[in-house]
């Protein structure tokens, strides 16, 4: 890749996350053009506008900053491959499988990796569940779509109020603990593991808000972490990287068990995550010596 080639920054798109996501691609985009790269800016909110770019030979390379639905969850990601365009992130079938939740648990279960118990909302019998709950949608990130419930007569209040079909809703058991989140980076193709980040949100949960409003959230860098438990979570979090075929860089989120410290339960992966000023990653890269310029570039060396 060199600085002249034609490298677009894709944010936008349609899903609700989408002003979280222009805030990403801005971010990203000033960095690259502050590295002197030939570099735009597309708001996409078509996939025709993708084609209209490769036919006027306006893009060599795609840097993702895309989240949610189309965007996030390997639909884009196909159409980029089929224009034969290398992108930044996971491909198709890991971007495809780590957007759905309860996905994402049968692959960490078959590889022998502890995720929170989850069913489908279609599935449960409502008499046997323990509370509280989390009732998350299926497929959205930042927390979109994540609501605590404490009795059945409020997860049926909940249900009233969904505007989509049962089948894309998901309930987990309630883990409380520690929240953490693992970034990884490929850095000279090693998957390098940056200093790992707790979360003490002042809502009830690491929610929509909490996520991306300063003052809301604790960020306590690097997390003090025993060495043995340190190792363990870095661990767990390559294992996660690699079963689920993740590409470049990604998130996974944990919690440390409040009842067994020594226990580590994965919450999820996130494929695309957000590059604001409030982000998870950026902020962990710096704690690790990368500055935040540096850091877009790592991430678009990564691009296949």
Request: a negative charge.
């Amino acid at each position: 890749m060199r600085k002249d080639s034609k490298i677009v920054v894709i944010a936008g798109g349609i899903s609700g996350e989408r002003e979280i996501s222009l805030r990403s691609g801005r971010a990203c985009f000033a960095a690259l053009d502050r590295k002197g790269y030939n570099v735009s800016l597309l708001d996409i909110q078509c996939l025709e506008q993708l084609i209209e770019l490769k036919t006027a030979g306006s893009i060599e390379y795609a840097f993702l900053c895309t989240h949610g639905n189309f965007g996030e969850d390997g639909k884009l990601q196909s159409v980029l491959e089929w224009l034969k365009i290398p992108y930044t992130g996971s491909k198709v079938l890991a971007s495809a499988i780590c957007m759905n939740k309860f996905f994402t648990k049968q692959i960490l279960k078959a590889n022998n990796i502890e995720s929170a118990r989850g069913s489908l909302l279609s599935d449960i019998n409502k008499e046997s569940l323990n509370f509280p709950l989390m009732l998350k949608t299926l497929e959205s990130g930042s927390s979109i779509g994540v609501v605590k419930v404490n009795s059945l007569e409020d997860l049926e209040d909940q249900i009233f109020k969904m505007p989509e079909s049962l089948n894309e809703w998901m309930i987990e058991d309630f883990m409380e603990g520690r929240e953490i989140t693992v970034s990884l980076l490929k850095i000279q193709n090693k998957l390098t593991v940056l200093p790992i980040l707790e979360i003490k949100s002042k809502n009830e949960f690491y929610d929509l808000e909490a996520k991306y409003t300063k003052g809301l959230t604790e960020f306590i860098l690097p997390a003090p972490l025993e060495k043995d438990l340190l190792k363990k979570i870095e661990s767990i979090a390559i294992r996660c990287f690699r079963a689920l075929n993740c590409k470049g860089y990604a998130r996974v989120d944990m919690i440390i068990s409040k009842a067994d410290p020594s226990k580590i339960i994965v919450l999820e992966l996130n494929t695309l995550p957000g590059m604001t000023d409030t982000s998870d990653l950026p902020a962990q890269a710096k704690e690790a010596g990368i500055e935040f310029d540096d850091l877009v570039e790592l991430m678009l060396q990564t691009a296949s």
